[in-house]
């Protein structure tokens, strides 16, 4: 059983990134611009600001927070974001989620252009991707995939179950898997004899958010197992998957802390490049 170390492959993924951003510096005289939005003071989405633009200082990019009072209008969130949306030294805009009651998000994420969309939730992205075509993959699944590359993962014509069909994780990862040749199936709180569909596995994904979901007998032998849930249990970060009864069984396992979660910067530094590199073609 090999441990899938997600810092690792994160740091690895991030020196890249800063390689290539140097080089697009030297060649272009443009250096990579993310704009984070902020609206309110909840102290979770401000620890994850924090940390995405001190992730991009690392890298080299321009980075900025723009940040709302928790009351700001519906019309003043829509004004800067379209403000930025023109700004050409700006390749990517995020709006951290989630925004406060009041606002409406639909509206407001979908005045981010395609092409600044880098955490790739517009319907036109997941439609891209659904088609093949080339775009901005959410970050978490996309982490997925290079966690299981990098950790030399067989994915063409293997069997693979996600668990959980969010437009952020479970459909992206799923279309993500089928365009890498696996045979997909998808499962979710409706799906019968779930424990069955997912001992069949090769590849098994949990992006549910429900602590310890996955049990051993819900796992084939030798599957690669990759645990995308976050859970809080008494005060400590725990997967959907158990991960001590199951590990045993697996080639490969991603734990929790440690695993996913990592990647998930990562892949938003990789997807901000790949928008300043696209937007130049
Ligand atoms: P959602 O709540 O949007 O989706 C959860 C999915 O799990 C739904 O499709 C739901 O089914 C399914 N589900 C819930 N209960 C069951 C059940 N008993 N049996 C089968 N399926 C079930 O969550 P997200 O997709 O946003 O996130 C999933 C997990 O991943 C969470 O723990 C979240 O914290 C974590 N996460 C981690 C990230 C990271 O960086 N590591 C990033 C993003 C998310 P249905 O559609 O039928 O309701």
Redo the contacts with the bound molecule.
Sequence with gaps: MKRIDGKEIAAQIRAEVKEDAEKFFAENGIKVGLAVVLVGDDPASAVYVRNKIKACEEVGFLSSAYRLPADATQDEVESLVVQLAEDERIHGILVQLPLPGHLDAERILALIPTEKDVDGFSAENLGRLACGKEGTVA??PL?VMELLARSGAEIAGKRAVV????????KPMAMLLLNANATVTV?????KD?ASICAQADILV?????AK?VTADMVKEGAAVID????RVDGKLV??VDYDAVAPKTSMITP?PG???P??IAMLLKNTLSCAQRSLR
């Design positions: 970050c978490t982490g668990i959980g069909r969010s437009n952020i994780v479970g499962c979710h709180s409706k799906t779930l949990a992006a549910i958010g429900r979901f995308v849930g976050i859970n997967g959907d929790v695993g996913v979660g990647m998930t």
